[in-house]
C-alpha cells in the first residue's frame, strides 16, 4: 500500500512543489502556518488542481495530467475530515453515519456497527450531533468518513478546535483506527506531540516545499525540521510488558532497551510510542553508581553536533538512537567522540497517554 503524491501548483502569492511516497499506517503533513499542508490535502481530494502532477493511491492513478487524467472528487474514494465535525445537525448520529454509506460504491466495507465499535460512539447512535462533545463529534465525523469505503484517509488537524481533555479523549480512538482499521491515513498536524504519538511517517513543509521526510523517530531528531522552542528528541515504539502497582511502575520494552515509568493504565502487550526530549537524556561516562540502575541504558557515541551553547549527542542504545543535549562545557568534561561508551540516563519522557488515575503529567513529560 502506498501513496505517491507529486504536484506543482502555483498560485498569484504561493507556489507548491511536493513530491513524497507514504505507506502503510499515519503520514504527518507537518509544518508552520502558511506551508502548504492543507493545499496538499486538498489536491490529493481532489479540491484543487495543480498545473502539473501525478497522484497514485495503491495502484489507482487518481491525477496524471501528462496523460490527462483527473479523476473528480467523487469518484476518488477519499475519506476526509477536517478541524470541525461539520455533521447534519436534524440527524441522529446514526442517520448522519447512514449518509456517510450513501457515498460507497459497491459491496463490502465495514458495518456501522463494527465502526461505531471502533469509535466508542455506540452509546451515542440514536443522539443528535448538538447534544454531544465536540471529540464525540469527530469520532462521529470520523465514522461517517469510513462508512463511506474509502481507499485512503485525509485528516486536517482534526483535534485543533478542540481542548486539552477532548483531545486526549480522543487520541486512543485515531490510534486504534490507525493499527486496526488498514487503511492508510494522512493527517495534517502542527504538534510535535500528536505527530510523536500518531505518525509512522513524517513528510516536512515549508513554503511549499518539502525540506525533510522519513519515520517519526528520524525527523524528531533533528532541531531544525521541528519548531521553534519545541524541543528535538526521538520516538521510540515501545510494548507494555508488565505491572507492578505496589512499585506503582509499568515495564515498557523497546529498540533502546527496558524502561520503567509511573504506573499506566494500558493493558500489557499495547504499544505506544515514548518521545524522550533531548534535554530528558543525561550521559555518564561509568556506569552511574549511587543511582538507581532503573533507566539507565548503555550505549555508544554515534554522533556529535554543535547547536549554540549545547551540544546534541546521539547514543546508540541497542536498535534506537537516544538524543541528549548536553552544554558544550559537559561534552568537553566527559570528553565525548564518535565511539566513546557512555551510560544513558532517562530522567523524563513526554508521554500523555494511559497514566494511571490520579496521575498527571503536567506540561506532557513524566519524570521517571
Ligand atoms: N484558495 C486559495 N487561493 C490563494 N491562495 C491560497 C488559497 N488557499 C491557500 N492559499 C495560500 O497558500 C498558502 C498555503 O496555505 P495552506 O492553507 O495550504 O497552508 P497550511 O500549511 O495548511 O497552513 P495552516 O496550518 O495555517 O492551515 C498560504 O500562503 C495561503 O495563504
Redesign the pocket.
Known amino acids: 500500500m502506498t501513496i505517491d503524491v507529486d504536484v506543482t501548483l502555483h ?4 507556489s ?1 512543489e511536493v513530491t513524497f511516497t507514504a505507506g502503510a499506517g499515519l503520514t504527518a ?1 507537518f ?12 489536491l490529493i481530494a481532489g479540491l ?1 488542481q495543480p498545473q502539473r502532477g501525478r497522484i497514485v493511491v495503491d495502484g489507482t492513478v487518481l491525477l496524471d495530467t501528462d496523460r490527462g487524467v483527473r479523476v473528480p472528487v467523487h469518484r476518488r474514494r477519499i475519506g476526509c475530515v477536517f478541524q470541525e465535525a461539520r455533521l447534519l445537525p436534524h440527524l441522529s448520529v446514526r442517520q448522519n453515519l447512514r449518509f456517510g454509506r450513501l457515498f460507497s460504491r459497491g459491496q463490502g466495507g465495514p458495518s456501522l456497527e463494527a465502526v461505531a465499535e471502533l469509535l466508542g460512539i455506540v452509546a451515542l447512535l440514536e443522539r443528535r450531533p448538538a447534544g454531544l462533545s465536540g471529540g464525540e463529534r469527530q469520532r462521529v465525523a470520523i465514522g461517517r468518513a469510513l462508512l463511506a469505503r474509502p481507499r485512503l484517509l485525509l485528516m ?2 482534526p483535534l485543533s478546535a478542540l481542548d486539552e481533555a477532548r483531545k486526549r479523549e480522543i487520541l486512543p480512538y485515531i490510534e486504534r483506527l490507525r493499527d486496526e482499521a488498514g487503511l492508510p491515513i494522512v493527517y ?1 498536524s ?1 504538534s510535535v506531540a500528536e505527530v510523536a504519538r500518531l505518525a509512522s511517517t513524517v513528510v516536512v ?1 515549508e513554503g ?1 516545499r518539502v525540506v525533510g521526510q522519513g519515520s517519526v523517530d528520524a525527523v524528531l531528531r533533528r532541531s531544525d525540521l521541528i519548531p521553534d522552542g519545541a524541543e528535538a528528541g526521538s520516538v521510540l515504539a515501545m510494548t507494555v510488558t508488565a505491572h507492578d502497582p505496589d512499585a506503582g511502575l509499568t515495564r515498557l520494552v523497546g529498540p533502546a532497551g527496558t524502561l520503567d515509568v509511573p504506573l499506566l493504565a494500558l493493558p500489557t502487550g499495547r504499544r505506544l510510542n515514548l518521545r524522550l526530549p533531548a534535554r530528558d537524556v543525561l550521559l555518564a561516562t561509568e556506569a552511574p553508581r549511587s543511582l538507581s540502575a532503573r533507566n539507565v541504558l548503555p550505549g555508544r557515541v554515534a554522533g556529535l553536533r554543535e547547536e549554540g551553547a549545547a551540544c546534541l549527542v546521539e547514543v546508540a542504545c541497542g536498535e534506537a538512537i537516544l538524543l541528549a543535549r548536553l552544554t558544550r562545557g559537559s561534552a568537553r568534561d566527559l570528553d565525548l567522540a564518535v565511539g566513546r561508551s557512555v551510560h544513558a540516563i532517562v530522567k523524563s519522557v513526554a508521554l500523555d497517554a494511559g497514566l494511571a488515575p490520579g496521575l498527571s503529567a503536567p506540561g506532557g513529560r513524566i519524570e521517571i
Do not use: C, N, P, Q
Not at 11 to 14: A, I, K, L, V
Open positions: 498560485r498569484d502569492t504561493f507548491l503533513l509544518g508552520r502556518s502558511g506551508s502548504g499542508k492543507t493545499t496538499v490535502i486538498d484543487a486536517d488537524e495534517v502542527h513543509l511549499g
